[in-house]
């Protein structure tokens, strides 16, 4: 198993930025991609961007391309996801998991964070 735990979050206003990180623990030699998720209130859980361990390749959601940035720093098992120029609609609690192997970008999601809340005030 994989354990994830997120932190970075916080209260942000609307411009503003956001720099969310995520440390992978325990069988992390099994990792394939991280993948980093919102879900706001009232409203399904939204992917935000997913990146390949071994060589760095990302996948974005269109919805944030071009305001969002993930990265990862194998060495220390850590996933990150940079936002800027946030918006109200940005507030979400944001998760990041670990991708199973097969289909890219990544459709498939076996371990999960516990959240971190991040606010954008207007």
């Known amino acids: 198993q994989v354990q994830l735990v997120e932190s970075g979050g916080g209260l942000v206003q609307a411009g503003g930025s956001v720099r969310l990180s995520c440390v992978a623990s325990?069988?992390?030699?099994?990792?394939?991609?991280m993948g980093w998720f919102r879900q706001a209130p009232g409203k399904e859980r939204e992917f935000v961007a997913v990146i390949r361990w071994n060589d760095s390749r990302t996948y974005v959601a269109d919805s944030v391309k071009g305001r969002v940035t993930i990265s990862r720093d194998n060495a220390k098992n850590t996933v990150y996801l940079q936002m800027n120029s946030l918006k109200p609609e940005d507030t979400a609690v944001y998760y990041c998991?670990?991708?199973?192997?097969?289909?890219?970008?990544?459709?498939?999601?076996?371990?999960w964070g516990q959240g971190t809340q991040v606010t954008v005030s207007s």
């Open positions: 998991a670990v991708g199973d192997r097969g289909a890219w970008p990544t459709r498939k999601y076996d371990y």
């Open positions: 325990g069988r992390t030699f099994s990792i394939y991609s």
